[in-house]
């Protein structure tokens, strides 16, 4: 009875932690709670993934995103506000220390409603800049949504956006129906700094500009914010705690009403939105659902004939032949799988004492890998240098977990009895012989000397006598 | 060496007196000879020089004991087998070191040795080592010797 009830109680805390890999407290900020109707589809798909919801406004007494020094919940989603302050419990600072203390943020904008300054000096912490008065509306004359938004063109229509490099997993859009379009709706452009923390997910169509409708006259806009691609629509930044932001330019792109639409380019037929299945997996990477990057285990051992097959020695000599795997499985929804390194990229191993002595290429090892665990293996000769290693690998990739793994090793010289004996090296066997022929030279010397009589030594001794 | 070239004529001399009777009757007979010759063919030098290598040898050969002749032998022995690795540690590279200087350093120091043993054994130098027999010079020569051989045997690993 006592093992079933654990052994439920196990079940259900397999379950509840089924969906993320950092936790599933989820604070929901709302301007008015009332607003939430319109998020619906978007809040019932959260809890569904198995998310608990508490929902706030920012000026909620109670609202503190940590409890006696500890976090209160594990992700956030700040969706716009009307009014200009976040108050007292929501400051940048307040913010940066969720980041860093593991905690996932979702932040989302509205060209509809100015940013909270709080939210613009977070932002700047992070090297994303937003339009100077904090309000701005992206807008493009040539892929709007000619249904909803025939003259204001401020309904952005784009293809799912691919893969942000060739060498990185398309995670946002890869299995998207072709004829599927990402309705921006009112949405907030930001520029993003040189920092490699921050990659881009959706960026502006070339056609796309961002302008304050509220100074400028949509006639001549001549003091643009930023154009085309420099406009990052939907951006994150992965801190080196792993820990994950995502701001997003548009609130509505999440509402339910665009969920469904159906949108239409001029000159095109009406498509669905693919914004559902874009909100989730945005969200999903946000709080730790995809992209996370896990390492079981690591080990590395002698791999000469005849050594001892121990692992993870504490120390090696140089020259050792030395074999290192390490296990990494990715967590993907709802399950730990086997990572694979995408195509282009490489995973690699370094052998290092200060700088690396060696940068070698991982492979997979099929034979230790399993459905849940993928075993990277390279095998090398230590180099001829004595001192104190790492084996170090250092994978660090946009939109998935960092990586830095360090053990360390001792690497000792050649023990005096270690060498390779004269007579093995072949180089030296002209050497030997040498020795033998002035041993063997001087013992017959030796022999001569002694059998052959002094000629004078009798004539002498006659002398003496 | 040299010094003990330009003295070897006197201990002959002395040495004479002693060894005379079996050198005697070989000496006399090429020494006449060249003296005629050189008179003859006095404005050929490259004769001149003949003479005088054929000298030497005859000198050496006829007045150097059985024992020196012996000990030079051993030295031109060693001469050649010391050239020879070093040609090959030229030629060939000097890897393994250890086995090069062990090698080579085995023969240099026999030489050397056995050079020593020459000096002190050389009848014209026994007022430098009044104290030293022959025997008790051989005596050294054997056990400097064998310490050489087992530093280099030791050291050639």
Redesign the interface.
């Given at each position: 009875m006592r093992s079933l009830v654990s052994f439920v109680l196990l079940l259900l805390v397999a379950v509840v932690s089924a969906i993320s890999t950092t936790g599933n407290r989820l604070l929901v900020v709302l301007d008015d709670v009332a607003e939430k109707e319109g998020y619906s589809k978007f809040l019932g798909d959260l809890e569904s993934r198995g998310l608990t919801l508490s929902i706030e406004t920012p000026k909620s007494e109670s609202l503190s995103l940590f409890h006696l020094g500890e976090r209160a919940y594990d992700h956030v989603i700040l969706f716009p506000t009307k009014a200009k302050g976040l108050g007292p419990s929501l400051t940048a600072n307040i913010l940066l220390q969720f980041l860093g203390a593991n905690g996932n943020i979702l932040l989302t904008l509205s060209s509809g409603s100015a940013t909270p300054s709080a939210l613009v000096s977070l932002l700047a912490e992070l090297d994303i800049q937003l339009p100077a008065d904090r309000t701005g509306l992206v807008v493009d004359h040539f892929n709007y949504d000619s249904a909803s938004a025939p003259d204001t063109h401020d309904v952005l229509l784009l293809p799912p956006p691919g893969p942000l490099r060739s060498d990185i997993k398309d995670i946002f859009s890869a299995g998207a129906p072709a004829d599927q379009l990402i309705a921006f709706p009112h949405g907030v452009g930001a520029a993003l700094g040189a920092g490699e923390l921050l990659s881009p997910i959706l960026r502006a169509p070339r056609t796309a500009y961002s302008y304050n409708p509220k100074e400028q006259s949509e006639a001549v806009v001549d003091d643009l914010f930023a154009a085309g691609e420099q406009l990052s629509l939907v951006s994150t930044f992965q801190a080196r705690n792993s820990a994950r932001f995502t701001l997003v330019g548009a609130a509505e792109l999440f509402q339910d009403k665009w969920f469904d639409a159906e949108v239409k380019k001029t000159g095109g037929k009406a498509v669905k939105t693919f914004n559902q299945e874009f909100a989730k997996r945005v969200s999903g990477w946000t709080f730790q659902e995809i992209g996370v990057l896990r390492v079981n285990w690591i080990e590395h051992h002698l791999n000469e004939v005849g050594a001892s097959n121990e692992s993870n020695p504490k120390i090696y000599r140089i020259k050792n032949d030395v074999t290192y795997t390490i296990s990494l499985s990715e967590w993907s929804w709802t399950a730990w799988n086997a990572f694979s390194v995408p195509k282009n990229d490489a995973l690699q191993l370094e052998f290092s004492m200060l700088s690396p002595f060696h940068r070698l290429p991982l492979r997979l090892n099929a034979k230790q890998s399993t459905a849940e665990q993928a075993a990277y293996t390279s095998s090398f000769k230590l180099p001829d240098q004595h001192g104190i290693f790492n084996f170090k690998v250092n994978y660090k990739r946009p939109f998935l977990t960092n990586i830095e793994e360090k053990n360390t090793v001792s690497v000792r010289h050649m023990a005096h009895d270690e060498?390779p004996?004269?007579f093995v090296?072949s180089?030296?066997w002209?050497?030997?012989?040498?020795?033998g022929?002035?041993?063997t030279?001087?013992l017959a010397?030796?022999a001569?000397?002694m059998y052959?009589a002094?000629?004078?030594g009798k004539?002498?001794s006659k002398?003496t006598q | 060496m040299a010094k003990s070239r330009n003295v070897t004529p006197s201990p002959a001399a002395a040495a004479t007196a002693a060894a005379a009777p079996p050198q005697q009757p070989s000496t006399p007979a090429p020494a006449p000879a060249p003296v005629k010759q050189v008179a003859k063919s006095a404005p050929s030098s490259k004769q001149n020089w003949d003479q005088v290598v054929v000298n030497l040898v005859n000198h050496y050969q006829n007045k150097t004991p059985q024992r020196t002749k012996l000990i030079d032998a051993f030295m031109a022995f060693l001469v050649v087998v010391g050239a020879l690795q070093f040609v090959y540690c030229v030629l060939a590279g000097n890897y393994p070191f250890n086995a090069f200087l062990s090698g080579f350093s085995a023969t240099v120091g026999q030489f050397v040795l056995t050079a020593s043993l020459r000096i002190q054994t050389t009848e014209a130098n026994k007022s430098d080592f009044p104290s030293v027999s022959p025997e008790r010079a051989f005596a050294d020569y054997v056990v400097c010797s064998l310490i050489l051989h087992f530093f280099c045997v030791n050291f050639i690993n």
């Open positions: 060498w004996r004269s090296i180089g030296a002209p050497w030997i012989a040498g020795i022929a002035t041993v030279g001087w010397f030796c001569l000397w052959s002094p000629v004078g004539k002498e002398k | -």
